[in-house]
């Protein structure tokens, strides 16, 4: 097993002192911001998802499961899983629990947001950490329905891996009730990679 590299140990060790106060603050209800986006909501979503990699033949598929938590105005945290697979290959399995934050402000109808994201990765034979930044916005089109964009750049950090990636999502969302949302997602990551979701976003 290789050492965690310092850079690593220094996100976990600071992810594991400000995690705590904030989940623990998160218990205190933070009102959810009048609007048709999901930035400064409580929720769980359960997400479906395909990949088309482009440089082989066989596609991918997950399932994930998140949710987000605001701990104070105007900043959210939260936590997701996948589970993906290649079709036609049971070896190819694979996992990913995340933890994320994200800070936005509100600018009318805009809302530009930063997020960042560390995450495990395992499968059956080796496993490993990642990170990823966000930067984009939400735009509020009307009380129920809501669209964001976003660029990122995200890397491995084994030390096989040749660098990061940039990518770039877009996400549109649509309010069925006041508790009760559909989303589709799109996005393209440098190398030739498109994955294409869809989700259900439950409001608490």
């Known amino acids: 097993m290789k050492p965690i590299p310092s850079s690593l140990a220094l996100a976990l ?4 002192a400000f995690a705590a106060p904030a989940f623990a603050q998160a218990m205190e209800p933070v009102a ?5 986006g999901l930035l400064g909501k409580r929720y769980v979503e359960a997400s479906l998802f395909l990949v088309d990699y ?26 997701s899983f996948q589970h993906n697979w290649l079709e036609g290959d049971a ?4 996992q990913d629990l995340a933890v994320h934050a994200t800070a936005y402000a509100e600018c009318g109808d805009f809302r530009p947001f930063a ?3 560390l995450a495990h990765e395992w499968w059956h034979t080796s496993s ?3 990170y990823q930044f966000d930067v984009g916005s939400e735009y509020l089109v009307t009380e129920r329905f809501s669209v964001s964009a976003r660029v990122n750049w995200s ?12 990518g770039v999502a877009a996400r549109a969302n649509y309010w069925l009730t006041p508790d009760v949302a559909t989303s589709a997602t799109v996005s393209y990551t440098e190398g030739g990679t498109w994955t294409y979701g869809v989700a259900v976003v439950f409001q608490f």
């Open 54 to 79: 482009q440089v082989i033949r066989d596609d991918g598929y997950g399932v994930g499961a998140a949710v987000n938590v605001p701990v104070a105005p105007n900043f959210d945290v939260g936590a």
């Open 32 to 36: 959810a911001a009048p609007s048709s």
């Open 91 to 94: 070896g190819s399995n694979f």
């Open 115 to 117: 997020k960042v994201t």
């Open 128 to 130: 490993d950490f990642w």
């Open 155 to 166: 890397e491995y950090l084994a030390s096989d891996w040749d660098g990061g990636v940039f």
């Open 13 to 16: 060790g600071l992810a594991s």
